[in-house]
């Protein structure tokens, strides 16, 4: 007599997607701004993951729009020119030259590869800056920092480094409404005609409170917020992040991430998630499963 019992493995899939059933009927027709960088962008496998993930989450009617960073790839070919860097408080001081180097590896080399890979796993992507049809508009950025022998902090000329100071949406939900996934580089046009540089982090942030995005991850390189035992914490709001700031626990890095998540949600994103880009399937795990797998942000 054969056993027609289907096996545990195949039983354990079909809960899993019985599981994500509710959040594929919430987050329909939602939009999900990603934010991707970080050394998961170097690693072939995880490149493979994360484009299958954008290409899954457009199928199922949610719509993923990806900004991308690009510093160490930005640091490597400066280094391959000769080009020396400089920072202030992690922002690089942008010269001409810098910044058009910056715009050539940003907006050429890894937006179009991010491209391909959506391509290959299925996907239809464009690849666009925030200087295409007035996407962001952006404007330098004043930087400072300490002055060593005054003990006061000094103006530093960051030269072409800015900020968004005003995102014009409609591009994006065109491409959207098209079945294209948009895959946005950090760089913005001044109202001085001016190219800027911005940090991906905050230009994502900025898109994402401006198209009312349902959730803003923030790929980066650690699991997310950890307590001082080293223990993810999975839920934060502005209070807790300020007490939890006050006491040390989030220091260096985590700042201003947290502070470009509160800015986020605050204008109006319903949730920012920071999240382990090195994981594999990571952003699928926090958005379809009940335990999540990132820190969690929300008002």
Known sequence: MTNHDPDAALLAKAETLTEALPYLQR?????????????AM????????????MVLLKA?????????????????????LG??????????????????????????SINKEIVSWISAAGGRAVGISGKDAGLVIAEKIQGREADPLKGIERHVDLGFVGEPVSVDPRLIESLCADGIIPVIAPVGIGLDGHTYN?????????IAARLG?????????????????????????????????A????????????ETCVSAVEAGVDAAVILDG??????????????????????
Do not use: C, W
């Open 247 to 258: 006491d040390g626990t989030i220091s260096g890095g985590m700042i201003p991430k947290l």
């Open 278 to 299: 090195r994981v594999p399937h990571g952003m699928l795990l926090e958005i379809f499963t009940k335990q999540g797998a990132g820190t969690l942000v929300r008002r």
């Open 213 to 245: 995005a349902s959730r803003f991850f923030l790929l980066t390189d650690v699991a997310g917020v950890l307590d001082k035992q080293g223990e993810l914490m999975t839920d934060l709001n502005p209070a807790r992040i300020a007490e939890l700031r």
């Open 198 to 206: 911005i940090n991906a982090d905050t230009m994502a942030g900025a």
């Open 83 to 108: 080009v020396e860097s400089q920072f202030v408080n992690g922002l690089r001081v942008t010269d001409r030259e810098t910044a058009q180097i910056a715009e050539m590896v940003l907006a050429g």
């Open 27 to 39: 987050y329909a027709g939602k939009t999900f701004v990603v934010k991707y960088g970080g050394h």
């Open 42 to 53: 170097g690693d072939p496998e995880r490149q493979r993951d994360f484009a299958e993930d």
């Open 60 to 80: 199922v009617g949610i719509n993923p729009v990806v900004v991308h960073g690009g510093g160490p790839q930005i640091g490597a070919m400066l280094k391959r």
